[in-house]
């Protein structure tokens, strides 16, 4: 790679005047920075980032610690900030944490290390978010922030969203409705089962409730273990706390001989793309996971331009999609992007 000095040598010129031309910071005749520019070219120079961003104290870089970019929410919601931020001149470093405390703090450390302008992250360890906040990184958080510290964040109104699910099995006469939720140490997913028991009155019937890990596999496993039951003491609808949960309990009834949605009737929570296209089409409570992307891309790099401000707290308001999964031959009853909210 060719440096700064071998680019004045072949133009002929000072190694100020390189730099002049190439950061523009001083008046250069035509004749020189033509010679300049023509060296720069042939020798396929690129100008040291690092230097850049020492002179500037910026890197132009946003770090980005999501728990799986396979999970297509993760990567629609990736998708929304990249975007955001690359309209706004700044490339992205995205980092998999796979769920794993020890993967996530390395990431972390090397983010801070790259001098990152900002960072995004989905969850953060207590003891990691300390070290953020001491190095004053501006930062945005998906949908929640770690407890006692104050960060802006961004994420749907899961409560509503539970809420919206149960609302709508309800409407559909559905007598024995179940629920299968992530990890129960995540809040999201607690928080989308309270919005459905605070549907059905206060009340769910837990024998009907089982656990997966927010993939489509667990999903299967755990529809498998509520639909093998007899016709009288399986439910009749299913709210899963996210869509690949959801598309795993379709292949489930579909093996067990189910009818969907004449039988059970099956909702999800996120609205990824791929929603839409299963068999049958899976009705789902939407958070606009580009949307959100984008939103949480804005927060940040208003953050970073006005780091003073004080924290805020962007809420989506969530949409109900009804597809064929609930109601034969349904399509989308809405495809506006759901809103915000303090």
């Not at 040598?9 to 520019?37: C, F, I, K």
Request: overall charge neutral; aromatic content about 4%; hydrophobic content about 40%.
């Amino acid at each position: 790679m060719a440096t700064i000095k071998e680019v004045a040598q072949a133009a002929g010129v000072s190694y100020t005047t390189v730099s002049h031309v190439l950061n523009d910071t001083r008046p250069v005749s035509p004749a020189a920075r033509e010679r300049v520019l023509a060296a720069a070219a042939a020798l396929h120079y690129v100008p040291s980032a690092l230097a850049r961003s020492l002179r500037s104290q910026t890197t132009g870089t946003i770090g980005m610690i999501i728990p799986n970019n396979s999970n297509p929410y993760f990567s629609e919601v990736a998708r929304g900030i990249e975007d955001t931020c690359w309209a706004a001149g700044y490339s992205v470093i995205l980092c998999n944490s796979d769920d794993d405390p020890a993967k996530q703090r390395d990431y972390l450390n090397v983010l801070l290390t790259k001098r990152c302008d900002g960072l995004i992250m989905a969850a953060l360890a207590q003891t990691d978010a300390e070290l953020l906040r001491q190095r004053r990184v501006p930062a945005v958080f998906i949908d929640r922030a770690p407890e006692g510290l104050e960060y802006d964040v961004v994420g749907v109104d899961n409560l509503a969203g539970g809420e919206l699910a149960g609302q709508h099995l309800l409407a559909l006469g559905r007598a024995r409705i179940g629920c299968i939720g992530g990890p129960r140490e995540l809040e999201v997913s607690e928080q989308r089962i309270a919005g459905l028991r605070r549907a059905l009155g206060g009340t769910l019937d837990d024998s009907l409730c089982e656990t997966a890990d927010f993939s489509s596999a667990g999903g299967y496993a755990a529809a498998l273990r509520l639909l093998a039951r007899p016709a009288g003491q399986r439910p009749d609808a299913l709210f899963c706390c996210n869509d690949m949960m959801a598309i795993g309990a379709l292949r489930a009834a579909a093996e067990l001989g189910i009818a969907v949605p004449a039988e059970l009737a099956v909702v999800g929570f996120d609205d990824i793309d791929l929603a839409q296209f299963v068999h049958p089409p899976l009705s789902s409570v939407s958070q606009g996971t580009r949307a959100l992307g984008n939103i949480t891309a804005t927060c940040l790099l208003e953050r970073i331009a006005t780091p003073e401000q004080p924290p805020q707290r962007r809420r989506i308001v969530p949409v109900l999609n009804v597809r064929g999964s609930s109601v034969a031959g349904a399509h989308p009853s809405s495809t506006t992007s759901p809103g915000t909210k303090p």
